[in-house]
């Protein structure tokens, strides 16, 4: 379906050989085999400098950390004190690890941290869609009009704003600041248009670092953060109308959102299932998706399930209702016949999505049902610790990692696929007559898969080494560990408690989880993706 | 005129369906730039808090005012600078003979670690690049492939071992250090052999019809050709290690020799009770990487977008 798929697949998923080919009607050449060595020598010339140094620090401490994972080399044991000599002690790090509860937390803790991942590819997507808008209100008069007007609305608002504050209707100045930053993006993005908002939208994402991380971590502070002081009046009014309202309305709101939730998931199915009926996903993909789409029936048979016999056999009920869907549509006829792993990465994604906005509303549903009973608690509905509660910690860190998402390097990756969409598939959906969410699932969504699968693969392979950082200089990995990934762990082993032993092991296990993501890239990555 | 001229009707109807389809894409714009302008907005709230808060008295800080009630300032050259920005410099340092040296020492290491690893980073990965797209020697493309697989690997694999090296070298607590083991870097290699593959060869071919050697083509007509390739490795390389926090930190043992990120967190751990004098610390090390930013985007993005980054 893809016309050009090499020009908007990222180059990391599909290395080109490049074969410059040797020209044999290339006259005058000398004797073949001096023409080589010659050609091997300058080539050897021009590598060494690179070479050595990945011999040197990549290759070299790549074996040498290979060996260290099977060695009980500890600082504690071997320095200039104790001198013992550092021994072969063959797989005890793997078995010690994989006997360590600490290990499964902090493994967790760095999959969790990864169910962020979606819902920052789908901001991403959200931002270059966008971002792609025509922004020119159409040709040079409708520009002409449309920054003329934005100037207008720019300059009316700021000076109501002023002359609000001066005549003391608003009691602080800084509306007037707030007012000024707007009006200036405003006239910013009226007049440099699509480049003003990508730069603004982009700067998180360039300056991340130990500076943002260190605002961030000012900014949860209880004490004394913007956000809980801002946080504190609104929540306290929603505590007090949750308590005034009657006492029937959260359940049924409940229900009301955990049914949006279902009715999202099952239209997943849905979509999964038409596809998988006009071939586009084989039978693989279909059952992949259809797992991923099941996934918080299962996590809510598990969790809440134990707490009421009467929660379990609904949620067994429900699960049974739409297992039986789901076996019902994948007995029917298939129209299409197509490959079993065809589209599976599509299915795949389509599956992550959905599972996002579920989960979002699942959470939501959530917290309609308590709502009530922590407003009815004695301190009434307060903004909570943040980085300081268990609990808090991981949300907080996720929130903090979204800021920019929507602006991020995925979403200069989504931009450039965008453009690269054919204009015709557009043209032919609007004679067919397509609403706009018609047009983006059929001819956007389906173009931009490979930009998407790639995406997703590279963050989870990101996502299963990140978290050192936030965790070093914002949490110290706590409170009780709920923050530590496996990156901090290797560090804090290696160079804190000085098990460098073990903390290879650590390492090499990580590199494993990391491989296999890597090699299930190679294996669907181009191939099923991009057709 | 009471004559009925179909023409003309033709013509009014036509001007009435674009002024409606114009007015249309004119308020439907209006509409996204709104939208857009918000979400900038909400993106800028929590650097223009920064920014206030790094101008406030610390017995200003917190609470529901984001606005500092007035900005104390001392005259340096003649320009007011607000005072933070100046305690940061000296903060709880009395001997004035050593005045400034801690924050003004940590960028200086930062810029000077960065600029080394960007020079000699972008040589050999430029010179490695070269080797790979335009020389024929075989075993080539095998020998890529390894390069291409190794960029998979996580980093920390190769920490442990690095430090073990970097001990025996005697390099612990040096920028040197720092400098040595990122100059080499696949990514590089990557990036540039991509924009160097764009490169026709038969100016290759024509130069060495000309008489000029390997070394003549590279440096005179394919490094002139790659300079947005160049640029762009060297700004993603100088921000990288500009921001960097893992292997400093664990490289460096004395005050010295702290890079930036290392200086902030050394900076919150043992002064970050002054939320004030840290957020202006902070505004200082995030202020030039934005202009940076700004002035040199439009390489960027491209880069971005060719080499799909990694990480």
Redesign the interface.
């Known amino acids: 379906m893809n016309p050009n798929p090499s020009s908007n697949t990222?180059?990391?998923?599909a290395?080109?050989?490049?074969?410059?080919k040797?020209d044999p009607k290339k006259p005058f050449s000398p004797s073949r085999s001096r023409r080589?060595r010659n050609?091997?020598l300058?080539?050897?010339a021009?590598?060494s400098?690179?070479?050595?140094?990945?011999l040197?620090?990549?290759?070299?401490?790549?074996v040498?950390?290979l060996g260290?994972a099977f060695s009980n080399w500890d600082l504690r044991l071997h320095n200039m004190f104790t001198d013992e000599r550092v021994k072969f002690i063959g797989v005890d790090h793997f078995i010690n690890l994989f006997n360590d509860r600490n290990f499964y937390q902090y493994l967790g803790n760095t999959l969790f941290f990864l169910l962020s991942l979606p819902i920052g590819i789908a901001l991403a997507l959200l931002?270059a869609v966008?971002?792609s808008?025509?922004?020119?209100?159409?040709?040079r008069?409708?520009r002409g009009?449309?920054t003329a007007?934005?100037l207008g609305?720019s300059v009316v608002m700021v000076t109501s704003v002023v002359l609000l504050t001066l005549t003391g209707m608003f009691t602080?100045?800084?509306m007037i600041?707030?007012a000024g930053?707007?009006g200036v993006?405003?006239v910013g993005?009226?007049i440099g248009g699509q480049?003003v908002?990508?730069?603004?939208?982009?700067?998180?994402n360039?300056?991340?670092?130990?500076?943002?991380i260190?605002?961030?971590?000012?900014?949860y502070n209880p004490?004394?953060?913007?956000i809980n002081?801002?946080l504190e009046a609104p929540l306290a009014a929603v505590g007090r109308t949750a308590l005034a309202m009657p006492p029937w309305l959260f359940p049924v709101l409940s229900i009301a959102l955990f049914s949006a939730a279902l009715f999202l998931l099952a239209r997943g199915v849905y979509r999964l299932r038409s596809q998988h009926v006009d071939g586009d996903i084989g039978f693989a993909g279909f059952i992949l998706g259809s797992i991923l789409l099941a996934l918080p029936l299962l996590l809510a048979f598990l969790f809440w399930a134990p707490a009421s016999w009467m929660g379990s056999v609904s949620i067994g009920l429900l699960g049974l209702l739409i297992g039986f869907w789901i076996f019902q549509t994948a007995s029917r006829p298939v129209q299409f016949k197509s490959k079993t792993s065809e589209g599976i990465g599509g299915a795949i994604m389509l599956g992550i999505l959905t599972l996002a906005g579920a989960s979002i509303l699942i959470g939501l549903a959530s917290v309609a049902r308590n709502l009530p009973i922590i407003a009815g608690d004695t301190e009434g509905l307060t903004p909570p610790l943040w980085l300081q509660t268990p609990f808090w910690a991981k949300p907080a860190i996720m929130l903090m990692g979204l800021?920019?998402a929507?602006?991020s390097?995925t979403m200069?990756?989504y931009?450039?696929a965008l453009t690269n969409v054919p204009g015709e598939l557009y043209e032919a959906a609007d004679i067919d007559g397509a609403k706009r969410s018609q047009k983006f699932w059929n001819v956007t969504w389906p173009q931009l898969a490979p930009t998407t699968f790639?995406v997703f693969v590279?963050g989870i392979?990101?996502g299963?080494?990140a978290g050192?950082?936030v965790a070093?200089?914002m949490t110290q990995g706590g409170p009780a560990g709920s923050t530590t990934t496996l990156?901090y762990f290797?560090?804090a082993e290696?160079?804190e408690t000085g098990r460098?032993g073990f903390?290879?092991a650590v390492?090499?296990t990580?590199?494993i989880l990391?491989?296999s993501v890597?090699l299930f890239n190679w294996k669907f990555g181009n191939k099923y993706v991009n057709d | 005129m009471s004559t009925i001229d179909p023409a003309a009707d033709i013509h009014a109807a036509r001007r009435a369906v674009d002024t409606q389809?114009?007015r249309r894409?004119?308020f439907?714009?209006?509409r996204?730039?709104?939208?857009?302008?918000?979400?900038?907005?909400l993106?800028?709230l929590?650097?223009?808090?920064?920014v206030?808060?790094s101008l406030k008295p610390l017995s200003e800080?917190?609470?529901?005012?984001?606005?500092p009630s007035r900005i104390e300032t001392t005259r340096m050259l003649g320009i007011p600078v607000p005072q933070n920005y100046v305690d940061v410099f000296d903060y709880n340092n009395p001997d004035m003979h050593r005045r400034g040296i801690q924050f003004a020492r940590f960028y200086w290491n930062s810029i000077f670690v960065a600029s080394w690893v960007t020079f000699l980073q972008v040589?050999?990965?430029a010179?490695?690049a070269?080797?790979?797209?335009?020389?024929?020697?075989?075993g080539?493309?095998r020998?890529f492939?390894m390069?291409?697989a190794?960029?998979?690997?996580?980093?920390?694999?190769?920490?442990?071992?690095?430090?073990?090296?970097m001990i025996s070298l005697g390099l612990v607590n040096t920028l040197t250090g720092l400098i040595?083991?990122a100059?080499?870097s696949?990514f590089g290699?990557?990036l540039l052999?991509?924009f160097m593959?764009t490169i026709p060869?038969s100016l290759d071919e024509a130069a060495e019809i000309d008489g000029a050697n390997?070394w003549r083509v590279?440096w005179d007509i394919i490094m002139p050709m790659a300079r947005p390739g160049l640029i762009t490795l060297a700004i993603f390389t100088f921000?990288g290690n500009y921001?960097s926090?893992?292997w400093p930190?664990?490289m460096l043992k004395s005050e010295a020799n702290y890079t930036?990120?290392i200086g902030?967190?050394y900076f919150?751990s043992t002064r970050g009770q002054s939320?004030h004098l840290?957020?202006a610390a902070?505004t200082m090390?995030?202020a030039p990487?934005?202009l940076v930013?700004?002035l040199l985007?439009k390489y960027?993005?491209k880069g971005?977008?060719?080499?799909?980054?990694?990480?």
């Open positions: 990222p180059a990391i998923a290395p080109p050989p490049g074969d410059i040797h080589d050609n091997l300058w080539g050897m021009f590598l400098p690179n070479i050595l140094g990945f040197a620090f990549t290759l070299v401490p790549l040498m950390s260290l931002g966008l971002l808008q025509d922004l020119t209100g159409g040709g008069r409708g009009l449309t007007s934005l609305i602080t100045a800084l600041v707030l930053l707007f993006i405003l993005g009226s480049t908002y990508r730069t603004l939208f982009y700067i998180p360039f300056v991340s670092g130990v500076a943002t260190l605002l961030w971590k000012k900014l004490i004394d953060g913007p002081s801002g800021w920019g929507i602006g390097q200069l990756l931009l450039a790639f590279m392979i990101g299963l080494q050192f950082e070093r200089i990156a290797i560090y290696g160079f460098l903390s290879s390492s090499w990580m590199f990391v491989l890597t | 389809r114009e894409a004119v439907g714009s209006i996204m730039h709104i939208v857009l302008s918000i979400l900038a907005f993106m800028c929590p650097f223009l808090w920064m206030l808060t800080v917190g609470g529901d005012v984001w606005l040589l050999t990965s010179m490695a070269f080797s790979f797209s335009r020389l024929q020697w075989p080539r493309d020998v492939l390069y291409l190794t960029m998979m690997l996580p980093g920390l694999v190769m920490m442990i071992p690095n430090y073990q090296i040595l083991p100059a080499f696949a290699t990557f052999r991509q593959l060869m390997k590279f921000m921001g926090i893992f930190l664990v930036l990120p902030l967190m919150d939320t840290l957020m902070t090390s995030i990487m934005i930013f700004v985007q960027l993005v971005i977008q060719l080499g799909a980054v990694k990480g």
